[in-house]
């Protein structure tokens, strides 16, 4: 429960998704929250709330009032290493997750993962699914919930078992240890939900799932489960809806991340296990994982939510991802209609439906959209000021969905509220930043010392790239062509 005191927002314009309906609403009013959580909505023309003594009150003219974005998959870790922009998935996987973790000590995780959490802060996105697989030892996965709860964030922390790949150590039984720990003794932190990372496609794997990780998932009600499924070329998670359905392993609710290859039998089966899928259109696009398809589950009945995933290779904000979902879908629709020398007379998709994955989409994707992802009476205080006069946002008076999904860029973004506390506020005159849990001077030095550590433990960066890159392409054998032949 919050501490922060009764808060009143008083004539902006709310945007919302509300429980019933598929299209967002917007409309002026006052939002009075309250121990963390909205009390009353009053319209304008209504009777307004009461106001309790000590209340603060913010105008919250020329401002819109939104629900905070929830971003269903995110590895918050990398937030640090802006330096991977140019690869592909399998790039990545050599050059990053084989590679950086052995570098990165204690120090190293917290300073990107309080980075990830801020970064994340200053764009709006107040809930994570954090699928974190830098858990190389007991005092860097301390490390980065020590920063998660410094940062405000509320988090859902999937914690996620590593064995052979990608360090060459067996952590399994300490790693084992500690989420028993994690899931007996709490996270430290009403705002961070323990769940669990899962990836894998051995027969070794599933057995290990169904004998000891989904005992422990009943035994402890964790029923946050994140895991990649991207399709045959990459061999990342192929058939993993089927594959998890057969072992009878949907039994309970999975998140599904990027789902490239999803076929109307794979959305059945999701559908009728209540799991849901975590579309990253931006990075699907740009690693080769095949075409996003956040529209296409959406219209199937799926529990589609939205996410960035990899802060180090394209942009960590909602708005940006809002963008590619909606206009990859709308360039796909084109396509298939001039292959028979038609045109569209409408579009098919809208803003309306990229606001809603973004907000109430991806708490349903997670089942938690009875507390966040709406500007509802009971939910939780998660929520934007979103500032109509600059100059990509005026005009957003006539449509204010159109101009959040369209034109607005993390810097229009005034205010964010978690839990009812204030966490960015980019009105405060303050040569220390805009987070008010931490002074953003000191994050700047932190990062640059880790960046320069993990950096210089390397003589040639370059060459190690290549030369795990070379080692993991033997070990999988994928039919990888060069760019100068296509």
Request: proline share 4%; aromatic share 6%.
């Amino acid at each position: 429960m919050s501490h922060c005191p009764p808060t009143l927002l008083r004539n902006g314009t709310v945007v919302t998704c509300l429980a019933d309906q598929q299209q967002p609403v917007h409309f002026v009013a006052d939002v009075l929250i309250q121990n963390g959580v909205i009390s009353s909505i009053s319209r304008k023309g209504e009777r307004p709330a009461t106001v309790p003594y000590g209340c603060r009150i913010i105008d919250a003219t020329n401002k819109l009032i939104c629900p905070g974005f929830v971003d269903t998959h995110r590895h918050v870790w990398e937030a640090a290493y802006k330096w991977m922009g140019d690869w592909t998935l399998m790039e990545y996987v050599a050059k990053c997750v084989m590679l950086l973790p052995p570098l990165i000590q204690k120090d190293d995780a917290y300073a990107s993962q309080l980075l990830g959490c801020l970064e994340a802060l200053n764009a709006g996105v107040t809930s994570v699914v954090d699928h974190c697989h830098l858990t190389t030892s007991p005092g860097v996965v301390d490390s980065m919930l020590e920063a998660t709860r410094k940062s405000g964030i509320r988090s859902f922390f999937c914690y996620t078992r590593w064995d052979e790949f990608p360090s060459g150590s067996n952590r399994k039984a300490w790693q084992m240890q500690q989420l028993k720990d994690l899931a007996t003794n709490g996270t430290g932190s009403d705002r961070i939900t323990l769940g669990i990372g899962i990836d894998g496609t051995t027969e070794a794997f599933f057995t290990e799932m169904r004998d000891d990780i989904w005992p422990f998932l009943h035994e402890h009600d964790i029923d946050i489960i994140s895991t990649h499924f991207v399709g045959s070329l990459s061999g990342i998670g192929p058939d993993a809806v089927n594959q998890f359905s057969t072992r009878g392993l949907l039994d309970r609710p999975i998140l599904f991340v990027h789902a490239n290859s999803l076929s109307k039998a794979d959305c059945e089966l999701i559908n009728s296990s209540k799991s849901g899928i975590s579309s990253n259109p931006e990075i699907e696009l740009a690693m080769s994982h095949g075409d996003p398809v956040a529209m296409f589950a959406d219209s199937q009945g799926v529990r589609v939510g939205l996410g960035v995933d990899c802060s180090s290779v394209v942009g960590s904000d909602m708005f940006s991802v809002m963008r590619f979902a909606l206009q990859h879908q709308r360039g796909a629709d084109h396509s298939k209609l001039a292959k028979d020398g038609k045109i569209a007379l409408q579009l098919k998709h809208n803003t309306g439906d990229v606001f809603r994955l973004a907000t109430i989409g991806g708490a349903r994707a997670i089942r938690r959209e009875n507390i966040i992802g709406s500007i509802e009476v009971g939910k939780v205080a998660d929520i934007l000021l979103v500032n109509t006069l600059t100059p990509s946002m005026l005009g957003a008076e006539v449509d204010p969905v159109q101009a959040i999904v369209l034109h607005a860029t993390p810097s229009d973004i005034s205010t964010v509220f978690v839990d009812g506390e204030i966490v960015v506020d980019k009105n405060q005159d303050s040569s220390s930043g805009v987070f008010t849990r931490v002074n953003w001077n000191d994050v700047v030095c932190r990062t640059r010392e880790s960046t320069k550590h993990i950096r210089g433990q390397l003589e040639n960066w370059k060459e190690s790239e290549n030369a795990k890159y070379a080692e993991w392409h033997k070990m999988v054998g994928f039919n990888a062509v060069p760019a100068d032949q296509f």
